[in-house]
């Protein structure tokens, strides 16, 4: 069978699921898991991940975290477990392309966590597609996303456990 014009062979698929997991393990992870590794404790939330999360509504509620609002709440618990579950699944190449997916969006909801929520100066978040190096927010962002996007279309490859499930299943399903 030939495959259709533009598609990318599964050996070719493959290596380069391969590679785009590795170079985020190499240089994503450590930062994903620092970042989970102070806003959980056992199985709850520290008030670091309130603070680090929300500082600003953290300010008008004294430090309190037992004052924080439920939806706010969810906010931070979800932002959590995306941060700590999302980058380990994808470096797995487990439930690959919903990992991927669910990447681009938590990077975009932190992207505006950090834009919007922390006020982050404009000379560091910068411009979409501004050729400012020091800038780094938009663009480096906007290459995470990509990355995650090409893992999105490519799947886990033969080198995951997404392949390794698939072997394991019975034929027919």
Same mark, same amino acid.
């Given at each position: 069978m030939v495959p259709a014009?533009? &598609?990318?062979?599964?050996?070719l698929g493959s290596a380069l699921s391969l590679g785009l997991r590795l170079v985020f393990a190499l240089s +994503?992870?450590?930062?994903?898991?620092?970042? $989970? $590794?102070? *806003?959980?404790?056992?199985f709850a939330l520290t008030d670091q991940a309130y603070f680090l999360i929300l500082p600003h509504y953290m300010e008008a509620v004294a430090y309190d975290p037992a004052m924080?609002? %439920?939806? %706010?709440?969810?906010?931070?618990a979800l932002g959590t477990l995306a941060g700590a579950l999302l980058p380990v +699944? +994808?470096?797995l190449g487990l &439930?690959?392309? &919903? &990992? $991927?997916?669910?990447?681009v969006v938590f990077i975009v909801v932190m992207s505006a966590t950090d834009i919007w929520l922390h006020g982050v100066p404009d000379a560091v978040v910068g411009a979409l597609l501004d050729a400012d190096p020091y800038a780094l927010?938009?663009? *480096?962002? +906007?290459? %995470?996303? $990509?990355?995650l996007a090409a893992l999105a279309v490519v799947g886990g490859g033969r080198f995951s456990l997404d392949a390794l499930v698939a072997r394991a299943r019975p034929a027919g399903r």
């Open positions: 014009p533009g &598609a990318v062979s599964p050996v +994503l992870l450590p930062f994903f898991l620092a970042s $989970a $590794a102070t *806003q959980i404790d056992g924080v609002s %439920w939806p %706010w709440r969810l906010y931070v +699944l +994808l470096v &439930a690959t392309r &919903a &990992a $991927a997916l669910g990447m927010i938009l663009d *480096q962002r +906007l290459m %995470w996303c $990509a990355m």
